[in-house]
């Protein structure tokens, strides 16, 4: 079978760039599909053209210039030793959910994207994550989960999820907070009309909810 295997993959190696990196791509599939790992993401990494990967629109992670040149030098140096994070929004095309910043690098620095020919390194997020409060949600975890974000864009991003009728207690597990969290960024949007039956001090600041927010997620971290 491995002799087989490396006559076959001898007729790949010929192909030209576009359909060596579709064949490939279709065995990745073909494995992933018989693998005792194909309910985990990271089974199966694909390397689509960078144009058919788009950045989300509510990513509150931040990093700040140092940061930024930090990983492009470890992905020029390193290579990508992680995959972006995607979901399918039709059948060419794909979302981030996580890797916001490797995406832009892969995309806006010419050596890097010489170096890859053009493509970005992928895994599909699982298909029961399909609408986009659970988006959002995969996205929060994925950053809580390894860095910093900014206040004001996680307020947004509660408030929109209370759009979309997430209780408090929902979004509190979903996000990895606790429900005091969830009220003060709320309360940061101004948007008090939405938690009338809720009770909280009207003495409340922006300032005071962002100071107090702060010391709670540096507790938690």
């Given at each position: 079978m491995k002799t087989q295997?490396?006559?076959?993959?001898?007729?790949?190696?010929?192909?030209?760039?576009?359909?060596?990196?579709?064949?490939?791509?279709?065995?990745?599939?073909?494995?992933?599909?018989?693998?005792?790992?194909?309910?985990?993401?990271?089974?199966?990494?694909?390397?689509?053209?960078n144009s058919t990967v788009s950045a989300n629109d509510y990513n509150p992670n931040s990093v700040a210039p140092?940061?930024?040149?930090?990983?492009?030098?470890?992905?020029?140096?390193?290579?990508?030793?992680?995959?972006?994070?995607s979901m399918k929004t039709d059948n060419e095309n794909r979302e981030v959910i996580d890797g916001f910043h490797r995406n832009r690098v892969g995309k806006e620095c010419n050596d890097i994207q010489s170096r890859v020919h053009g493509y970005l390194p992928i895994v599909t997020i699982r298909d029961t994550q399909e609408n986009k409060g659970d988006r959002i949600a995969s996205t929060i975890r994925h950053n809580r989960a390894r860095g910093k974000h900014r206040i004001d864009a996680m307020s947004e991003i509660v408030l929109d999820l209370k759009k979309r009728n997430w209780s408090d207690k929902k979004i509190s597990k979903q996000l990895g907070m606790d429900q005091d969290e969830v009220l003060r960024l709320t309360q940061l949007t101004g948007l008090s009309e939405l938690f009338k039956n809720k009770e909280f001090?009207?003495?409340?600041?922006?300032?005071?909810?962002?100071?107090?927010?702060?010391?709670?997620t540096n507790e938690k971290n």
């Open positions: 295997f490396k006559n076959l993959l001898k007729k790949v190696e010929k192909l030209n760039i576009e359909e060596k990196v579709k064949i490939i791509n279709d065995f990745k599939i073909m494995m992933h599909e018989i693998s005792p790992f194909n309910t985990e993401p990271v089974d199966c990494v694909l390397w689509v053209k140092p940061e930024m040149e930090l990983l492009r030098l470890s992905i020029a140096n390193d290579g990508y030793t992680q995959p972006i994070v001090s009207e003495a409340w600041e922006a300032e005071i909810i962002v100071e107090d927010y702060e010391k709670i």
